[in-house]
């Protein structure tokens, strides 16, 4: 059965190039020209099952693709945990740290090479499908710092028994620094070990997902004692916390 995914875009000769190049890879597109339809689609009692990912465009015609991630984010699971790629034009930087901030899992400017998008996709998925699998390697599925408690099995995060809301990117992130707690690791080998590929030349996403995590598990975002920034390096997870 070919994987589902649902693209949330005004622009009909854009998303009709992009579904039959994806169709090719085994992809089915189902295109929504604006919000209301894309939301439609994601409603837990649509007639369609939800996608199994969502390419949502920025600017949309009768809504701003920000607060589409939001109402994305806010429904039932498992919808509200589909992996999320931001389509934003021109690149503009701010756009891009929004969208991370309020729950995309990655963004792609315009105009895009299909081939990036396409591997962007699949990334998405892998980290999506596989995530549990790869956590049962080690030898534990639950790590615990302190209050923290990280289920790589379940993929849930508790602070003091209370669910932290985490993105699956930016929990894939905190499996990645909580595996080597105590190692000092650079934000090329931070997306390298989550993303599968090197940081981009001025690719600072990747503070607008720490900020967002600790946001999640610190009691004091601006003394942070779990992760902590390595100036000029990256960033290290403490092995010793409350």
Do not use: W
Not at 15 to 42: C, I, K, N, W
Not at 75 to 92: C, E, N, Q, V, Y
Not at 179 to 192: P, Y
């Amino acid at each position: 059965m070919n994987t589902s995914i649902l693209m949330i875009e005004d622009d009909v000769r854009l998303a009709q190039m992009v579904s039959e190049y994806l169709a090719q890879s085994g992809f089915a597109v189902t295109h929504a020209p604006d919000a209301r339809a894309g939301l439609e689609r994601l409603s837990p009692n649509a007639a369609q099952p939800a996608a199994e990912l969502v390419v949502l465009d920025l600017m949309l015609p009768d809504m701003d693709g920000l607060d589409v991630c939001r109402q994305i984010r806010t429904m039932p699971a498992p919808i509200a945990s589909l992996p999320i790629l931001m389509l934003t034009a021109k690149g503009d930087p701010m756009d891009r740290v929004i969208g991370l901030e309020i729950g995309a899992d990655d963004y792609l400017p315009k105009p895009f090479e299909p081939r990036e998008l396409l591997a962007r996709i699949r990334a998405l998925l892998r980290r999506q499908n596989t995530g549990a699998v790869a956590a049962d390697t080690q030898a534990h599925d639950v790590m615990r710092f302190g209050s923290l408690e990280i289920d790589r099995s379940a993929r849930v995060v508790t602070v003091a028994g209370q669910a932290a809301d985490l993105t699956s990117y930016q929990f894939d992130l905190l499996v990645t620094l909580a595996e080597r707690a105590g190692r000092v690791l650079t934000r090329d080998q931070i997306m390298e070990a989550v993303r599968g590929r090197e940081l981009e030349a001025f690719d600072r996403s990747i503070d607008v997902h720490m900020g967002r995590i600790r946001a999640a598990i610190e009691s004091d975002i601006k003394n942070p004692r779990r992760i902590l920034t390595v100036r000029g390096v990256g960033y290290v997870f403490a092995k010793q916390q409350d």
